[in-house]
């Protein structure tokens, strides 16, 4: 179906999943399986081939794929059973260079990627998405195809990352997607690659008002990030 339809579908899906439901999906699609399933079966011609962690099932099946396809005059798109590159590491750090499974709200973050390629490819357009684990929606992003930047790939391990100079959002699960298109962006050289969850914590209040004593009312505004303010108002007049 269209995205719109897609993301209907989805919805749907989170919402089984949180009202306690089993639920079985079955796809070749990394990227969903990695977001909805916490294990994860890996069938060959109807053979269970593996079974276990979802991110550990997921990573093997991606490599297997990786090595066995033939990428002989398909080095912009995708391949017949797999892609010309997978990554081997999506991994989110903290302001010294280490992972995290917990980060405060507004702290810097980098995050380190690492890509096998099968072949060299001239312009590999990267992307990262932090997206919200509750509602599965991209919240913040760094992308290539919209800065007009590119990288050339050589066969083999390729290795960079991308740091944001501050993480505006509140408290929560997220977690990282990333992803490398070709030149105009309209083919993938690799699977999506969704990281395990880490959580945000906020210790801080954004008002730089300061915080009141009247009570605290969360999440009336829907709001997934948090970024400084303050009320400009007659003096005097501000209850706290």
């Known amino acids: 179906g269209d995205s719109r339809f897609q993301v209907k579908c989805q919805d749907y899906t989170r919402r089984l999943m949180t009202s306690g439901k089993a639920i079985m999906l079955v796809s070749h699609y990394m990227q969903n399986i990695q977001g909805m399933c916490s294990r994860a079966i890996w069938l060959d011609r109807g053979k269970m081939k593996m079974i276990g962690d979802v991110y550990e099932v997921t990573e093997a099946y991606q490599k297997d794929i990786h090595a066995n396809i033939d990428v002989a005059g398909i080095p912009g798109k995708e391949a017949t059973g797999g892609f010309v590159a997978h990554f081997e590491k999506v991994l989110p750090l903290d302001e010294n260079?280490?992972?995290?499974?917990?980060?405060?709200?507004?702290?810097?973050?980098?995050?380190?990627?690492?890509?096998?390629?099968?072949?060299?490819?001239?312009?590999?357009?990267?992307?990262?998405?932090?997206?919200?684990?509750?509602?599965?929606?991209?919240?913040?992003?760094?992308?290539?195809?919209?800065?007009?930047?590119?990288?050339p790939l050589k066969s083999g391990v390729n290795r960079l990352a991308v740091r944001f100079d501050t993480l505006p959002l509140l408290a929560g699960a997220y977690r990282v997607y990333a992803c490398v298109r070709?030149?105009?962006?309209?083919?993938?050289?690799?699977?999506?690659?969704?990281?395990?969850p880490f959580n945000v914590i906020s210790h801080s209040d954004s008002c730089l008002n300061g915080s009141g004593s009247l009570p605290k009312i969360l999440g009336v505004s829907g709001s997934t990030a948090r970024v400084s303010y303050e009320w400009q108002i007659p003096e005097g007049t501000l209850i706290k």
């Open 97 to 151: 260079g280490r992972p995290f499974t917990t980060i405060e709200t507004g702290r810097p973050m980098a995050v380190a990627l690492e890509l096998v390629s099968s072949c060299d490819i001239l312009c590999g357009r990267f992307y990262v998405n932090v997206q919200s684990v509750l509602a599965g929606r991209q919240l913040m992003s760094a992308s290539m195809l919209e800065d007009g930047l590119g990288v």
């Open 182 to 196: 070709n030149r105009d962006g309209t083919s993938a050289f690799s699977n999506g690659f969704l990281t395990r």
